[in-house]
């Protein structure tokens, strides 16, 4: 089956940009998912792109897809301390019942 | 709308007790899906729904039962809790196979002793 990972910790200053890294197994995932969870809350749906896209903008998020590398990136920038959460990676592949779910980087935003 | 609610949102079992854990959605989605989530482990499918009387196991469904007897309702069956079921349990629903967005409960967070 497919293994998404991330790195566990990101420190960050309040102002600076975050770069959070996620890698995939599965070269026919279709989509790719960022995912934030706050403390004591269930997932939610922040971006995603599709495979055949290299970058997404949205606001303060960028998300940047290396499919050769099979090797995604969340980058926010302006980092405020109400970003502080957990981010998930996710890929898609084989149906859209089929989305794995990496470990979680938990990112802390210093003042 | 509510969104995805799930009940309780704290329970604690002892060895070989059963439970039933609640989600619902009034979204009127397709697809629904149960998850638990361990440290280090990300998280993990259990069952999901892809409508209406239609279930299917995930990576992990052992020790676990579902139905979907509704669009609505989504229950998780313990039939005999192990401390290794010990874990943060979400549920979440998708509209269909065309949209991408899960939406996720609260969560239920089970301690079993």
């Known amino acids: 089956g497919e293994d998404v990972e991330q790195s566990l910790f990101l420190s960050v200053r309040e102002g600076d940009s975050s770069v959070i890294n996620c890698t995939y197994t599965?070269?026919?995932?279709?989509?790719l998912y960022w995912y934030k969870q706050e403390p004591g809350a269930g997932l939610q749906l922040l971006t995603y792109i599709f495979s055949n896209m290299d970058m997404k903008q949205d606001q303060r998020l960028t998300v940047l897809l290396n499919k050769k590398d099979k090797h995604l990136s969340l980058r926010i920038a302006d980092t405020q301390t109400g970003d502080s959460a957990i981010y998930f990676c996710a890929a898609e592949a084989g149906g859209y019942q089929k989305v794995t779910f990496g470990t979680g980087t938990k990112l802390q935003v210093i003042p | 709308n509510a969104g995805v609610t799930q009940t309780p949102k704290f329970q604690v079992l002892k060895t070989g007790q059963s439970m039933t854990l609640q989600c619902a959605q009034d979204m009127n989605h397709e697809y629904m899906s149960w998850y638990r989530q361990d440290p280090g482990m990300g998280l993990r499918l259990i069952h999901y729904?892809?409508?209406?009387?239609?279930?299917d196991q995930g990576e992990v469904p052992n020790g676990y039962n579902v139905s979907r007897s509704t669009t609505e309702d989504f229950p998780l069956r313990l039939l005999s809790a192990a401390p290794s079921q010990t874990s943060v349990y979400f549920c979440a629903s998708r509209r269909d196979r065309s949209y991408n967005e899960q939406f996720f409960g609260p969560g239920t967070r089970l301690t079993v002793l």
């Open positions: 729904s892809v409508g209406a009387g239609i279930t």
């Open positions: 599965d070269s026919s995932s279709t989509y």
